[in-house]
């Protein structure tokens, strides 16, 4: 059974600053990982997809890397802005139907 | 184009009554799932639709709860004789095939069972 740990569960930083998320899964046969982000009381927004055979995905200050044998996956942000506050989940799937096995979260803070 | 639409936004129910809560995925996409995130056991999987079948329901808590898929669109989940523990924000998600691409999530239903 697929369990996901996110690191660290809460974090707060001075805007500007770089940062990175980590999560861990314990089943590395995942055709995909995806990172999300969930503001209070929303949905969950799609940041990146990272498929199997890739080992990293950037999209503007966002750069996530997996690494499927050892079960890691960070979440690298770059110059980060209050607007980046929210939850981040890392997902990755579980079994032949790409259901996906979420983390508890990180909860980040960014303080102007 | 349009996303993933869900409704209603907002559900109150008393206990043992029956809820429906609705999807529309986005057009064309094959892939249909449904997630629960409560405060408890934080987000997890429901069903799994392929088309307007459902190869894999391994999520659903109990017989009290099932789902269907008509035209390979819109899904119902329906929930009867809703207990407290039902509470939650019931997310869906659609995504274009199963096999490598994003999911695509809605804005979910929160269900409050008084």
């Known amino acids: 059974k697929q369990e996901v740990t996110q690191i660290p569960a809460a974090l707060s930083v001075p805007e500007g600053e770089n940062l990175v998320l980590n999560c861990s899964f314990t089943?590395?046969?995942?055709?995909?990982l995806q990172w999300f982000r969930q503001d209070p009381g929303k949905g969950l927004t799609s940041l990146l997809l990272?498929?199997?055979?890739?080992r990293e995905q950037t999209s503007g200050r966002l750069n996530a890397s997996l690494d499927k044998s050892s079960g890691r996956s960070t979440l690298y942000i770059a110059a980060s802005q209050p607007g980046d506050s929210a939850t981040y989940l890392c997902?990755?799937?579980?079994?032949?139907?790409?259901?996906?096995?979420f983390g508890t979260g990180t909860l980040l803070a960014v303080q102007p | 184009g349009a996303g993933v639409s869900q409704s209603p936004s907002n559900k109150v129910t008393e206990k043992g009554k029956d809820v429906e809560l609705r999807c529309d995925p986005i057009?064309?996409?094959?892939?249909l799932y449904w997630y629960r995130q409560s405060l408890g056991q934080g987000l997890e999987f429901l069903i799994y639709?392929?088309?307007?079948?459902?190869?894999?329901k391994s999520g659903l808590p109990s017989d009290r709860f099932s789902a269907e898929r008509t035209g390979g669109s819109v899904s119902t989940l329906t929930i009867q004789r809703t207990q407290q523990e039902d509470s939650a924000v019931y997310l869906c998600?659609?995504?274009?095939?199963?096999?490598?691409?994003?999911?695509?999530f809605g804005p979910g239903t929160r269900l409050t069972v008084t």
């Open positions: 990272i498929q199997s055979s890739q």
């Open positions: 639709f392929q088309g307007n079948s459902a190869p894999d």
């Open positions: 997902a990755p799937d579980g079994g032949a139907t790409n259901k996906l096995i």
């Open positions: 057009s064309g996409h094959t892939a």
């Open positions: 998600a659609s995504s274009p095939d199963r096999a490598t691409y994003e999911q695509y």
């Open positions: 089943d590395s046969a995942i055709y995909n």
